[in-house]
């Protein structure tokens, strides 16, 4: 049911997502890419080319394969889609961590659609950023000028899961390290009402303008906190203990660094409080092997409990481990 209902989101946001690496999914999209970067219509602004015929091989998301996006192309609407995909797999497990919500999904869907609230000023916050001469490349890949942020996909994961989790909560935070040039973030605060607090390193030029753009966007919901998070996570304890409502972990991705992250966010998260980890596997099948095996060792000291296993391996070659931390 996880695998089908998470195609069935990400084909339903298919004219939103940009257009994912197009050989070797989990190598093209890290390595470095030096040219080609701005095309024309970059593939995530609104009159960007419909991605669907980009779009060839199917989701994988260790469970098993959903249907292609050209399958969910041809279905009648997002409703017969979920009802199609209910009635095949009633005898499954319902994922805990996906929404099971109709009208959960649809309101998503409307929001992240081409012409919707979210694609589009995630659009334009990355064209206002080009223009002001940071060449933001597309779907969050890697370039000489400008490091690797969100992909689509994946943003529309953490909008999805997030969403749900933080569902009928009042006033709730979400706490993450790495802002980059905004796109968690901005799905973030754009998919749910909570206030969101970033810890980045501030290495590169575009993130405070970035910040400045999502100050513009969503004022006082969003602050940024600019320094090694090994440092300035320890130092915000004190005012912000039992605070976080979920904790996105994206920052560093050496092993200390992650590690440090995911122990010292424990102190400001409620508790049973969702985690989630960029370019991680629990197997290390895919992400970044240093961070996969931090997320490892805070399971293995009981700083937090593993929520789901396998883990989601995006097409973009992303993956996310999901966890909980432990009382």
């Known amino acids: 049911m996880f695998a089908t209902k998470l195609g069935i989101l990400l084909a339903s946001f298919a004219p939103v997502i940009s257009a994912f690496c197009e050989a070797g999914a989990s190598e093209g999209c890290s390595a470095l890419i030096t040219n080609d970067i701005l095309p024309s219509h970059p593939d995530d602004e609104p009159d960007a080319p419909d991605p669907l015929n980009l779009l060839q091989t199917k989701m994988t998301v260790v469970r098993g394969s959903t249907a292609t ?66 060449m933001i490349p597309k779907d969050g890949n890697h370039t000489v000028e400008v490091e690797g942020g969100s992909a689509y996909d994946e943003v529309a994961l953490l909008a999805q899961v997030v969403s749900k989790e933080l569902d009928n ?79 996105f972990v994206d920052g560093g991705h050496s092993h200390q660094v992650a590690l440090s992250d995911l122990q010292n966010f424990k102190a400001m998260a409620r508790p049973n409080t969702l985690v989630l980890v960029d370019d991680c596997t629990t197997d290390a099948s895919a992400g970044i092997q240093a961070v996969s095996e931090a997320y490892n060792e805070a399971v293995a000291k009981k700083v937090l409990r593993n929520e789901q296993d396998p883990n989601a391996k995006l097409q973009s070659g992303r993956a996310l481990c999901l966890g909980r931390y432990s009382p």
């Open 69 to 134: 996006v050209e399958e969910m192309a041809h279905s009648e609407s997002p409703e017969k889609e979920l009802e199609h995909a209910e009635e095949k797999d009633k005898h499954a497990q319902n994922s805990k961590l996906l929404t099971t919500n109709t009208e959960q999904v649809l309101r998503l869907h409307k929001t992240w659609n081409p012409s919707g609230e979210c694609a589009s000023g995630l659009a334009a916050m990355k064209v206002k950023l080009r223009e002001a001469g940071f």
């Open 169 to 247: 909560k009042v006033n709730p935070t979400i706490c993450q390290t790495g802002f980059n040039y905004g796109s968690s973030a901005f799905a973030f605060l754009c998919s749910t009402s909570a206030t969101v607090v970033s810890f980045d390193l501030g290495a590169h030029p575009y993130v405070n303008r970035s910040a400045e753009l999502i100050a513009g966007s969503y004022p006082g919901r969003h602050k940024l906190i600019i320094g090694d998070s090994t440092k300035t996570i320890p130092s915000a304890i004190p005012s912000m203990t039992s605070q976080c409502d979920v904790v």
